[in-house]
Every structure is written in structure tokens, then in C-alpha cells.
């Protein structure tokens, strides 16, 4: 079969891993990589499945490598943090089926605390990068990668972008061809890794990766496109499209392998042009390794480690003057917002109401940092709320925490949280954690979790119960409470942080996006009960808005009837109407 479509690189990536042979696939959801598993789900024949966190998924990869098959394992960037402990060792023991981890850096930070690279973390874990730079490499490229692993005896990584991810471009789809289970045959000096096998293995890594450098030369997803020999470009990825776009007569090497570097090939490529530029986003990795050589190439001086490069900022670097298509200053700000009917508003706004400050962690609920609710005060990695909540009162002692609670999202808890918990509770820690259950992975786009009830392909599962969890851990005092009872929230809240003992609140409200989610009702307000004291206005629902004399609106497309509003009025002038 061959036919061409418009595919995201996403998409295409989850073709390419299906038309590859893939049997196993394991990821936890995180923009910009999740679409990649959605898309691999739709497929026959390839087992898919929402992992607790990163780690976990590469360690199910492995496994099934390890068993003979084809394996993936899919995360973002920061996600490989949480997969390093896995991937640095899968280095040393190498494959039996081949295996690819997909992750996907973030580049001006769309939805992400840092912009690490990935490409740092392979070359310390000794880990070939393949790039790709649009949509039918994407697919290709994966396909590519599976036959590097098991040549080279090596996982490999596939990094993206998010431009990449969600970007389109048309695509060839070809026939899945099936791949043949390698045998099992034991081999403890391969994969147990104790220290007389792993001193073996690391001399054994080495050596692969001398071999991919030199065999990189003549790797077809190494290119160099020869044409004016007064300018040339080392690049890769997205940004050869930049490339190809501000200077289509420019000398290009365009790498797809960019760890290890194909020395010789740069080399030669640098020996025929007069000037060359690295261009590549977030950190000089090939540029400082090409000088390290003795090459003399431009590079960071000219262009910025920081964000996404575009082909506006390559003609001003190149060019001078302002290429800007508009003017930036006259864009207005739009900062983002929790939606209408959020349940996350409703208990910042009660720590708000409390003056308490929360230790925050990775979710939708970050906004909670923000005006007008404002209680958020950390935000550091997956899981950290509960562990910061812990150090804070290890350095401050319990009557600080009098002031503080730690917030965490149902699937953030079960990804890294739980480990916090029971470090907690195993140290005698006081102190309120409050589990924003909306029974969803929200902020990624409404993934299931282990604790849903469903699987990726949507099947009916056991479902985690998160308040027995906590108490099987050793959490003595457990509260689940509605997350809209403001009332309820306050009063528990309160017991809480003035209790001497750990305590655990799960505030449970599903997400008001969540399919199947139905909203009869709607909040309007009586104009003549209406104080126009502005107290609903401090919860931040976008629905409700001021007019310059202070009539107060409520939006009747944006409300879904949460009532939080209702909540906050102390002139009974907010009502639910039927829509």
C-alpha cells in the first residue's frame, strides 16, 4: 500500500513506529509528545499504554526489547530527567528488539518549566539522537531508528520539537512490515548489570559509539546539499527549514544522526566553504564539538540559546534590520486562565479567602500562581509539592505550616507524588496535602491514569482509589471532599493546618472539559440584589465580567453552572438558571 495524507509530525511518528514493527509501546502523557501514543493506539497489532511516569515507560521498553520485540517508549523533554536512571544503564546493556525513546524537547516553553535539551543527556548517557526536520521524516526517521538499534546493539532516541510535533506536512504511508521476534537466549553479563558486567558493557559502549561517528558519513539521513560555497550551514532538525527558507542557495549539511557527530563528513563539508554557520536551537552541542575539532565556525555568539529560532530571526542575525512580520508591542497580553467551571478555582479561592500559601507542582493548577487568586508560591518538577511542603517544615518547624498546604494533581500524585508521601509519612512530617482529583490528566489534553478506570484504547480497568492508597501508605487522616463545597473546604482546611498531624484532602470535581461532561444549568445575575461589591470577581472566572460603572455580567456561552460564584455572594444576587 503507498498513499500520501497530511499527517502531524506526531501522527507521523506514531505511523512510522507502526509501520516499523512495533509491538509494545509505553508513555506518560506530556505536551509536546502526547499525540504520538494517542495515534499509535488506533493501530492493530501494537500494545499501547498510559505508564504512572517516564521511568516506568522506558523500564516496560526495555523489557519487551529485552523479550524480542520492537519496543517505544514516548515522554517529553523533562520527562527523560525522570527516565534517566533507566536509560543511563539500557545504554550499557544494549537490545534485543530494537528499541526508540521519542522525546520531545520545548523550545520557547509552551507549556514547560525549562528548555533543557536532550541532546546533553544523550551524549552523557552515551545514546545516539536521531533529528528530524518534518513530517515524512519523522516517519521515516523512526523506522531508521530501529534499524540503528539493532545494528548497534543500542536504544536510540528520536528527539522532536514542539514546531516539529505539531506541525503538518504530507507523508507516504507504507505497509507495517513484521518483524520477527528476536530469540531469548540468557546472557546475565549483558543485562544484569552488576558491577563486573557493567565494567564490561561500558567498554563495549565506546566502542559503538566510535563506530556510529565513522559509519555516520554515509547514514542517508546525513546530508549535504553543495551549492554557493561562500556560505554553509550545519543544521538540523526544524531548523533546516529556517535554513532552507532565508538562504535556498546556501551550502547546507544537514544532519539527521546528531550524537554522535559524523566527524569526517563535517569536516569535509567545512573544508569547502568560507564561512559556516551552526544553526541549531537551545544549546551549542554540535557547535562546541565542531570547534573542539579545530574548525572555525559561528554559532551562539550570533544566535540565542533561548527559545524557538524562525526564519524572521536567521535574516535579522543575517541581514540587520527589522524583519519582524508585526510589531510585538502592540499584541495584547493574554495570559493564560483555569476554565469556567474549573474545580482548582474553587479551592484557591478558598486559600486565598485563608491567606495560605501552597507549594505547588506541574498541572493546569499552576495557575493558581497568578492573579487574582495568587496562592501558589513553588512550582518545581512533577511530584516536588509534597517533598518542598516537607522540607519547608523540616527547615521551619509544624507552626510555619500553619500557612501552608501542598497541591497535586490526581495524575501528578500517582506519577511521582506518592513517593513524596511516603517519604513523609516515614519521617513523621505534619503538614496538609490537598490531591486536586478532576479525574483526568488535564493540562496534556484529558488522559486516562491508573487511577480513571480506563485504559489509552478507552477499556474498563481496575481504577486506583486514591484515598486508600494514602491510607495503605500510613496517612492516618484522609478527607475526600467535593471541591466545589466551599464551606466544607474552609472548615476542613482550617482543621488541617492547625492540626498536629499528616493529612491528606482529596478535592474531588471532574474537569469541566472532560467528554461526556453535561451542564444543564447556567449562573445569571439579579441586577437589582447586585451590590457590586466585585466578590465574585476575585475567583478569576472568565465568564463573569465588570463594567466601568460596576454592573457585574455573567457570560451565558462561557458559564457552565459550577455556582462557584453563588458561593462568594453574600447578597443571594447570583442564581442557576436551566439553560
Partial sequence: MSEKIIMLGNEAIARGAYEAGVKVSSAYPGTPSTEISENLAKYQGVYTEWAPNEKVAVEVAFGASFAGVRSLACMKHVGLNVASDPLYTFSYTGVNGGSVLVVADDPGLASSQNEQDTRMIARASHVPVLEPSDSQEAKDFIKYAYEISEKYDTPVILRTTTKLSHSQGVVELLDRVEVEDKPYERDFRKYVMMPASAIGRHVVVEERERRLAEDGASMPINKVEMNDTEIGFITSGIAYQYVKEVCPNASVLKLG?????????????????????????LEPVIEEQVKSWGIEVKGKELFTKQGEYSANMLKKVLFGGDSQVFDKTAVPNRPPILCPGCPHRSVFSVLNKLKIHAAGDIGC????????????????????????LHGIEKAKGKEFLKNWVAVIGDSTFLHTGVNSLINMVYNKATGTVIILDNRTTGMTGHQEHAATGKTLQGQETN???????????????????????????????????????????????????????????????DAEKCKKCGMCMKIGCPAITRAKDGTIKIDETMCNGCGLCMSWCKFGAISKVEK
Avoid at 518545581?380 to 509534597?386: E, F, P, R
Avoid at 486506583?464 to 467535593?482: D, F, H, M, Q, S
Avoid at 473546604?489 to 498536629?500: A, C, P, T, W
Fill in 257 to 281: 544522526l546528531v550524537n554522535p557527530l559524523p566527524k569526517k563528513l563535517i569536516e569535509e563539508f567545512c573544508s569547502k566553504v568560507k564561512t559556516v554557520y551552526v544553526f541549531e536551537e
Fill in 365 to 388: 493548577y499552576t495557575l493558581g500562581a497568578v492573579a487574582p487568586l495568587g496562592v501558589i508560591d513553588t512550582t518545581l518538577c512533577m511530584g516536588a509539592s509534597i517533598s518542598s
Fill in 463 to 525: 481504577a486506583i482509589n486514591l484515598a486508600e492508597l494514602c491510607t495503605a501508605v500510613g496517612v492516618k487522616n484522609v478527607i475526600e471532599i467535593n471541591a466545589f463545597d466551599v464551606a466544607g473546604l474552609e472548615k476542613v482546611i482550617k482543621q488541617s493546618v492547625n492540626g498536629d498531624q499528616l493529612t491528606v484532602i482529596i478535592a474531588k470535581a471532574p474537569c469541566a472539559l472532560l467528554k461526556g461532561q453535561k451542564f444543564p444549568f447556567r449562573c445569571e445575575v
